[in-house]
């Protein structure tokens, strides 16, 4: 048979021939396919293929679209397409285990069982790429699969971590830690994650996972722990050898971070991501991660929660400083500032006056050291730069609306785009906030909130406090204060907290803008679609393409504008503050720049009615007045 195939599904599916990926075609085709490749050398009838792809819901037209889409599959297996073999019984797929990333995975872990060494669980975990299995792939055989994988993946974890060594600890727990979220009444990951808490010394974070374990099943389940479990929890209570909190001749290692924020959650993907580089996965490489997003948008928080999370990998400590790149209460420290701080911080009786002899004397001090660093709030690359150290023993977390391209090209650092929370994520931090009766009393309201302060971490931490600290107020009370879009961000502000203000927050980015990319910034909420090319940029700036593109990078850098290919959008919050801002604007000015995005597209303005034309004084600028699907592909 000539030809080789291979699949990989332990992440997003995919399929090579000779090497070279091949395309599968639509969602129900690829389903086809895992069907076929989970069952692999076996025949699969014509009517366990539609069970398996579409269930019990299958319409009459099913096994008519199984018979396209394997056609469509041949199609795509060109020269191998003989290993899909049909016959008077079904179809089977030709598929030796070791070219499928599933089987070599199930193979492995039956292999490490059988033997029971630390090296046979590291191999039958090196697979596991941290996807999804099978991701976006519909149908229930493919669901059940995923869940199977997913509890084999998580079972050889657990194994893996009872036959740690103490060495190995600190990573181990920062992996389980991750798993806690997906899998909250998982007791066996709760038990091994008790015991390797314990056995570094961090025995009250143990009895906590307990807690918070048993609160857990009796609330949500209305059981309690199991004898194994409540086991355990008594052995760690009888254990009184907890460790030393201090080092070897007494010195105490920067134990700086922040206090973890207990509303955190959700980033599960984010917080891997944090993990795997602090590890050096996927490859060596220098362990540097940039945290980058708009204001508000929980870049601290997910570096406080991932630093506490790491914290045990690096013996040496944690240092932590805050660059306030955008903090408008105090000025930027100066590198030569910043890194007196950090010197101080680690030790130094002296710093240098000269400014290169400081960074000299800063990376000599980290060049034998595990430590982790956390760089907050930073302006720009170029105010992280000399803060680096120059090894790869430490791990870096940089945080920063701006998104520090210098840093990625010049130091390999990779980057994790912070967006908005999903809808069960927001709902849970609005139940943490709020509490779960109030939630559960006014549950249209709660998604209201959740999209109306745009599920930003920020935005509905001021709308919780809103509605606990306000005598007699609902949900909903608060849902009608912030429908009204020009009051919006009045509402998502605290009177005895200028800082606890989304308004606040986005303004400071705004203050770091040219004089020319304000202006942009301003005719952007004058705009009324949803997103929009460079092109139209271009003609509602009134400049000429390539200006109009830096302009639009330049925001899209500091996190004021988003982009998905060739066009640009804004968050919700970001949009109503352009629109508060374009207020500013001269009714004229704001006229023109509508009228030559209309001219660009030849949209007549007897298209758009006499009410567009009226000479707008309040904050609502003109082009809020023109229905906005006029511009939904501009």
């Not at 997003?12 to 075609?25: W, Y």
């Not at 998604?447 to 909903?476: F, K």
């Not at 092109?535 to 998905?564: C, D, I, M, P, W």
Request: with cysteine.
């Amino acid at each position: 048979m000539d030809g080789r195939l291979r699949a990989e599904g332990l992440g997003p599916l995919s399929a090579f021939v000779d090497g070279d990926e091949i395309d599968l075609g639509p969602p129900k085709q690829r389903a086809v396919f895992v069907v076929l490749a989970l069952c692999a050398g076996a025949t699969v009838s014509r009517g366990q293929l539609v069970d398996r792809v579409w269930g019990e819901s299958a319409p009459a037209t099913a096994a008519g679209s199984a018979h396209t889409y394997l056609s469509g599959l041949r199609r795509a297996l060109g020269p191998v397409q003989d290993r899909l073999v049909s016959s008077p019984a079904g179809y089977s797929l030709l598929l030796e285990r070791e070219m499928f990333d599933v089987t070599v995975a199930e193979d492995l872990a039956g292999r490490a069982r059988a033997s029971g060494t630390l090296v046979g669980y590291e191999r039958a975990l090196a697979p596991w790429t941290g996807g999804v299995p099978f991701a976006g792939v519909p149908g229930p055989f493919v669901a059940q699969a995923r869940v199977r994988l997913d509890e084999l993946r998580l079972r050889l974890l657990v194994e893996y971590a009872e036959r740690a060594r103490p060495g190995m600890l600190p990573e181990v727990i920062g992996r389980l830690l991750v798993e806690v979220p997906a899998h909250p009444f998982d007791e066996r990951l709760c038990g091994v994650l008790m015991t390797a808490l314990h056995r570094i010394g961090r025995t009250a974070e143990a009895l906590t996972q307990y807690e918070d374990l048993r609160r857990r099943l009796a609330i949500d389940l209305g059981i309690s722990p199991s004898q194994a479990t409540q086991a355990s929890y008594a052995e760690i209570l009888a254990d009184d050898h907890h460790g030393s909190v201090w080092p070897p001749g007494g010195t105490i290692r920067p134990a700086q971070l922040p206090h973890d924020n207990d509303a955190f959650v959700g980033r599960t993907a984010e917080l891997l991501t944090l993990m795997r580089s602090s590890a050096g996965r996927p490859a060596p490489r220098r362990r540097i991660v940039m945290i980058v997003g708009v204001g508000g948008i929980g870049k601290t928080a997910l570096a406080v929660r991932g630093g506490h999370m790491l914290r045990d990998s690096y013996p040496d400590g944690q240092v932590y400083i805050n660059l306030r790149g955008f903090d408008p209460s105090h000025p930027a420290p100066t590198p030569r500032a910043a890194l007196h701080q950090l010197l101080t911080s680690i030790g130094a009786r002296h710093a240098p006056d000269g400014h290169e002899e400081r960074v000299a004397l800063w990376r000599s001090m980290l060049a034998d050291k595990r430590m982790l660093l956390v760089l907050d709030n930073a302006a720009s690359a170029d105010q992280v730069e000399d803060l680096l150290p120059g090894g790869d023993t430490c791990f870096v977390i940089v945080t920063s609306r701006d998104r520090l391209s210098g840093l990625a090209v010049r130091h390999a650092a990779r980057r994790i785009s912070l967006g908005a929370l999903s809808e069960k994520e927001s709902l849970t931090l609005l139940n943490t906030l709020v509490g779960e009766d109030r939630v559960r009393a006014e549950p249209e309201s709660a998604r209201l909130i959740t999209a109306l302060c745009d599920r930003s971490p920020l935005a509905l931490q001021i709308a919780a406090e809103q509605v606990v600290s306000t005598v007699g107020a609902g949900i909903g009370d608060l849902v009608a204060k912030l429908e009204n879009v020009r009051h919006r961000l009045d509402t998502l502000q605290l009177a005895d907290d200028a800082f606890c203000s989304v308004r606040a927050v986005l303004s400071w980015s705004f203050a770091a803008l040219g004089e020319d990319a304000a202006r942009a910034f301003r005719l952007l909420g004058v705009f009324p679609g949803p997103n929009l090319t460079r092109h139209t940029a271009a003609a509602l700036f009134g400049l000429g393409l390539q200006q109009a593109s830096v302009l639009l990078n330049k925001l899209y850098a500091v996190s004021l504008l988003e982009r998905n290919d060739d066009r640009f959008t804004m968050h919700a919050l970001v949009r109503v503050y352009a629109l508060e801002l374009a207020g500013e604007l001269a009714p004229d000015e704001r006229l023109d720049a509508l009228a030559r995005v209309l001219s660009r597209h030849r949209i007549a303005l007897s298209r758009i009615g006499d009410g567009m034309v009226g000479r707008a004084t309040s904050i609502e600028p003109l082009g809020q007045r023109i229905p906005p699907i006029l511009f939904a592909d501009l």
